[in-house]
Nanobody, 117 residues
């Protein structure tokens, strides 16, 4: 069963924008807090952004003001709008879901973002 379908990655120049999407047909979307993580080559996976079931959001200082996470429960989709991209944003970006009661977690397969001139 496919839990997530991620899309939107690609190659972009510094200063450019991308929007990642993660559609989750395999879960009861409204029961999950959703988020994005990323993993750059040779580095550990790191937290990028989270949006709760009640639409509260948080993100680290490294992306705050540049990245925006939103969700559409009707479409079972979470988005990550990424603006003012930098080369250090280059990574594989993973969609993440955590059930609000059981805390069970699910991960997407990842979508690659490359920021380069």
């Amino acid at each position: 069963q496919v839990l997530f379908v991620e899309s939107g990655g690609g190659l972009v120049q510094p200063g450019g924008s991308l929007r990642l999407s993660c559609t989750a047909p395999g879960i009861i979307f409204s029961n999950y807090d959703m988020g994005w993580y990323r993993q750059a080559p040779g580095k550990q996976r790191e937290f990028v952004a989270r949006i709760t079931r009640s639409n509260n959001t948080n993100s680290p200082d490294s992306v705050k003001g540049r990245f925006t996470i939103t969700r559409d429960n009707a479409k079972k989709t979470v988005y990550l709008q990424m603006n003012s991209l930098k080369p250090e944003d280059t990574a594989v970006y993973y969609c993440h879901a955590r059930h609000f009661v059981t805390l069970n977690e699910h991960w997407g397969q990842g979508t690659r973002v490359t920021v380069s001139s």
